[in-house]
């Protein structure tokens, strides 16, 4: 049972996690704009523009069972893709009494 549930919060995260990327010529003359510069001083940075590859991403996993009561203190591992195709761990942790699973990770902020 703790294999399906394993199986399935995993299976959720890789099916909702996808890189758009929209490839209209009206996005790209706005976002896209090549300019030239001779020095670095010359480039214009948007104000609100952060320096970041990573952004800090809440998760919050609730297990029930059939009954719908809490799964207490179970096991709950999320990663990228299974171990059998080479998944790359992102957090491992257990349920607390209420069948709850909360954890932070730092995730690329190109994906959303």
């Known amino acids: 049972m703790k294999n399906i ?3 399935a ?3 959720a995260l890789i099916v909702s996690c996808r890189k758009e ?3 209209t010529e009206e996005n790209d003359t706005k ?3 090549l300019v ?3 020095n670095v001083t ?3 940075v ?7 590859t990573t952004q800090e991403t809440n998760f919050e996993i609730s297990i029930l069972g059939s009954n719908n ?3 207490k203190f179970t096991k709950v591992t999320l990663s990228t893709d299974s171990k059998e195709n080479g998944g790359e761990v992102l957090a491992i942790g257990a349920t607390d009494e209420n069948g709850l699973f909360k954890t932070n990770i730092s995730l690329a902020t190109y994906l959303k």
């Open 69 to 71: 009561d809490p799964v």
């Open 36 to 38: 030239n510069v001779s």
């Open 9 to 11: 919060i995993v299976l």
């Open 5 to 7: 549930i394993t199986f």
């Open 31 to 33: 976002n896209n704009t």
């Open 42 to 44: 010359e480039i214009k």
């Open 46 to 52: 948007p104000s609100g523009f952060q320096y970041r």
């Open 21 to 23: 990327l929209n490839l």
